[in-house]
């Protein structure tokens, strides 16, 4: 009675009887300490009240440290998340921070090791042979004739990725895998225990076992409940994989793709591996290729873990020869739709190669838009797109072709036909006992019910339930046996996906590594990416050529084109050098070698170590500017928090810009947070104003500027260039005004010569420098002589054009509008 009156008290009563009996301990705790501590009660208690109200002090002002580091954070997220900015960690590491519901999520991106990459490269540019038909290739660099396919080179290209995909076994990527794979196995046990259960329940319906098919009925609903959340959980660790595996690539990709050797560019501009840009590569052939890859781990696991499981379990109730027609069944099944089967690697990653290039099309147009406005080139564009479209349209129209009569022989075969087989061998220990095909079914009841029941009915419930048990299990098996078939397919066209994603980062490795091969049998052109025996030496005070040709280089194996032969010349601090000549003289191809954007295939180039800042800094004909706030045009390429670390604030970018001629900006944009698309907002004497604002906020020591004053009027220009070389920059200018070399203390003058390839560089005010000047205004004063000579001529030629003659030799007369020129000549 009492333990039932203890069990009937209210929790708050429990809790204080608890709460009390906790306190009396306490006390007693307290005592034993006072009998052997030599302080006196009064002070122990002094004591044991300073130690709980530290605690609490503690405790309070750490919990407060916990809020307001929060609450700081949240204020930091959202204020990053406005301006697009991030912060970057002396390791690399960058922090960024993501919009979330009503809050943000703070997201930190670890940068891929050079060592990494390093290990990596062998893997992707390692020369490994397969022999193909009679022929020899590269796993690396596969040539293009060479077909996708289920082939040893899918497998050493799909083992590559995946080391990037599932670095390590402690990775997320190995956890999700594992988790994954659990639930494959539990689905499959889950299976062979409702088999079991469909063969009782069926059992117990025919023998009319009410108990019995209730209770058996129970436990299929608690089963079913149980399979239901793991298939549930199998696809979502699916989705998981596969979005696992995309940020692990294109986390890798990037870091290949926007490094500090800039293959964004030579993957386009030198290499020619990738045809139309790596957009469709990173965004829609990378994705299929996980989704792919992740549905494969299940679509391949789990049915070969169904067909050993299933197959056993057939064994044991069906015996040992109808486990060999169910083998030869399948073997044969496959062998005939291997045989049958389209490539469907091959049409996938054609299909994917004329998706890319229908996209360029549009990306093109996109791009130049206005230009194709002006000259009313709709029409034009329209037919090229159409034609694309067609191509594209046509192709998969014969893959949806070639797909008819393969599914339909694929369905007939994996359904009904091995469906009709696993009847017929299910049927087998029924309509033909005696012939000992199959073991004998157990009876699950014991031998006093079997007394009770007659032989016949114990008999028939027992076949009963092995035939719905079998059939259960046969379909389940003709359901994995499908899937392993369909999945050959999806190994086809996952060939074809990581084909393209491996030439995708095989051809980053090998621009990064300058790792270019010549084919066999293939006579090497002079200056092509092998030839490269020049030096890029960074770390020099100046700028320095030293022998070097000057080489608009071409895609891969390709030979370049030479614009000047062994360009030399030295630029010190405080040298300001202008460079001009005529178009195509290779002005702008200077700047691009000192870039180390186009290789030096002979001699010495010499540059400052860095970009920016105490280093060089380039201005191209053609400004950039990037998606974001005002304030990021200025600063670009740094955020606003490397603006922050630097200590500047937007009173210094204001007087920049005031020093630029363009501090009306921010007041007529809506300040500097603005965001707009900057490319249409500003004018083209904004635009390179804006260039100038950037060169004038980092301060290089030496800058390039390539036309960057082109659309400037004379006057503003010559306070930029003031400007710039009051702040210590030294200039080295490509433009083909004159009246730049006031500012100039050098001059080097391209395209001189009958072969367009010499070139004369001078110091502005010798003698050499004023005869070339006095040479070329004789030139002009020789070629303003021969005026009056062109305009008879010109008189004479109109006079000429302006007769009508008709048949009979009759001349008319010249049109009215002729004679009115005529008579106010």
């Not at 409940?225 to 692990?248: D, E, P």
């Not at 490094?259 to 840009?277: F, Q, T």
């Not at 010798?766 to 062109?790: C, G, M, P, Y």
């Amino acid at each position: 009675m009492a333990n039932q009156s203890t069990l009937r008290q209210r929790p708050q009563d429990r809790f204080a009887q608890y709460f009390d009996h906790l306190y009396e301990r306490l006390l007693e705790r307290v005592d034993q300490f006072q009998k052997r501590s030599p302080l006196d009660k009064r002070t122990t208690q002094l004591i044991a009240t300073l130690a709980l109200s530290l605690t609490i002090i503690t405790g309070g002002y750490g919990g407060y440290r916990w809020y307001t580091g929060r609450k700081k954070e949240r204020d930091l997220g959202h204020r990053l998340v406005r301006r697009n900015s991030g912060i970057r960690s002396k390791d690399g590491t960058r922090t960024i921070y993501v919009p979330y519901k009503d809050r943000t999520s703070k997201v930190t991106i670890h940068p891929t090791k050079p060592t990494t990459f390093d290990a990596h490269r062998r893997l992707f540019l390692n020369p490994m042979r397969q022999r193909s038909s009679g022929r020899e290739f590269s796993l690396g660099v596969p040539p293009p004739n060479v077909k996708p396919g289920l082939n040893v080179a899918f497998v050493h290209q799909f083992m590559a990725i995946m080391q990037i995909a599932v670095p390590r076994l402690g990775s997320k990527e190995s956890g999700l895998l594992t988790t994954h794979a659990f639930f494959l196995l539990l689905r499959t046990y889950l299976s062979l225990v409702v088999a079991r259960m469909d063969g009782e329940i069926v059992r117990d319906l025919i023998a009319g076992q009410g108990k019995d098919f209730l209770v058996g009925l129970t436990k299929w609903l608690t089963v079913g409940v149980i399979g239901s959340y793991t298939n549930s959980m199998i696809k979502f660790l699916q989705a998981k994989i596969s979005i696992a595996f995309r940020t692990r690539l294109t986390r890798y990709i990037h870091d290949l793709y926007l490094g500090s050797h800039s293959a964004y560019y030579k993957m386009h501009a030198l290499d020619g591996g990738i045809e139309h840009g790596a957009d469709q590569f990173i965004c829609r052939d990378l994705t299929l290729f996980c989704d792919n890859a992740a549905n494969l781990y299940s679509s391949l696991g789990k049915p070969l873990v169904d067909l050993v499981t299933f197959n056993y379990q057939l064994y044991r109730s069906l015996g040992p020869l109808a486990l060999s027609g169910l083998l030869s069944t399948y073997i044969g099944t496959a062998i005939l739709l291997k045989k049958l089967s389209p490539p469907f690697a091959k049409l996938k990653s054609v299909e994917a190669r004329k998706e890319g290039d229908f996209r360029s099309l549009h990306a093109r147009l996109i791009a130049n838009a206005e230009e194709v406005a002006f000259y009313a080139g709709g029409p034009m564009e329209h037919g090229l797109l159409d034609h694309g479209f067609k191509e594209l349209k046509k192709w998969m129209e014969g893959i949806y072709r070639v797909k008819v009569g393969y599914n339909m022989l694929e369905d007939f075969v994996l359904k009904y036909t091995w469906s009709a087989l696993g009847y017929v061998i299910t049927s087998l220990p029924v309509f033909l006992p005696e012939m000992g095909l199959a073991p004998e079914p157990k009876s699950s009841k014991t031998p006093a019910e079997v007394a009770e029941d007659s032989e016949a009915g114990e008999r028939t419930g027992s076949r009963t339930k092995q035939f719905i048990t079998n059939k259960k299990l046969m379909l389940n098996l003709a359901d994995a046996g499908s899937r392993m078939m369909y999945s050959i397919k999806d190994l086809s066209e996952l060939a074809g996906q990581t084909s393209r994603v491996f030439k995708l980062i095989s051809t980053l490795h090998r621009v990064q590594a300058n790792a270019y091969q010549l084919p066999p049998n293939v006579y090497p052109e002079p200056f092509n990416l092998t030839d490269v025996a020049g030096t890029l030496h960074k770390g020099y005070d100046g700028v320095r050529l030293e022998h070097v040709p000057i080489v608009a280089p071409s895609p891969f194996p390709m030979g370049g084109e030479e614009l000047i032969d062994n360009l030399s010349f030295i630029v010190g601090p405080g040298d300001h050098l202008l460079i001009t000549g005529p178009n195509g003289a290779g002005k702008s191809a200077v700047s691009r070698v000192v870039a180390g954007l186009w290789p030096t295939y002979r001699g010495l180039t010499s540059r400052p170590r860095n970009n920016g800042q105490d280093g060089i800094m380039f201005l191209p004909q053609k400004v950039y500017l990037s998606p974001g706030t005002l304030r990021d045009q200025v600063i670009y390429p740094h955020t606003e928090m490397d603006m922050r670390e630097a200590g500047r604030r937007e009173s210094e970018l204001q007087a920049i810009l005031e020093e630029a001629k363009l501090g009306y900006i921010p007041e007529r944009e809506g300040g500097w947070d603005t965001r707009k698309m900057w490319q249409d907002v500003l004018s083209g004497g904004e635009k390179q104003r804006m260039g100038i604002a950037r060169l004038l906020y980092h301060e290089p020591r030496y800058a390039f500027i390539d036309e960057g004053t082109s659309a400037v009027s004379s006057d503003v220009e010559g306070i930029l260039y003031e400007t710039a070389k009051r702040k210590g920059i030294t200039l080295i200018t490509i433009s083909t005004r004159a009246s730049l070399k006031r500012y100039h203390s050098y001059t080097l003058t391209l395209g001189l010569g009958e072969e367009a390839n010499e070139y004369e560089f001078v110091r502005i005010g010798t003698a050499s420098e004023k005869n070339s000047v006095l040479q070329e205004i004789q030139e002009l004063r020789e070629k303003l002589a021969q005026v009056d000579e062109w305009k008879q001529r010109k008189q004479h030629i109109e006079e000429e054009l302006s007769k009508v003659w008709v048949s009979g030799k009759q001349e008319l007369e010249a049109p009215e509008y002729h004679q009115e020129e005529a008579a106010t000549t």
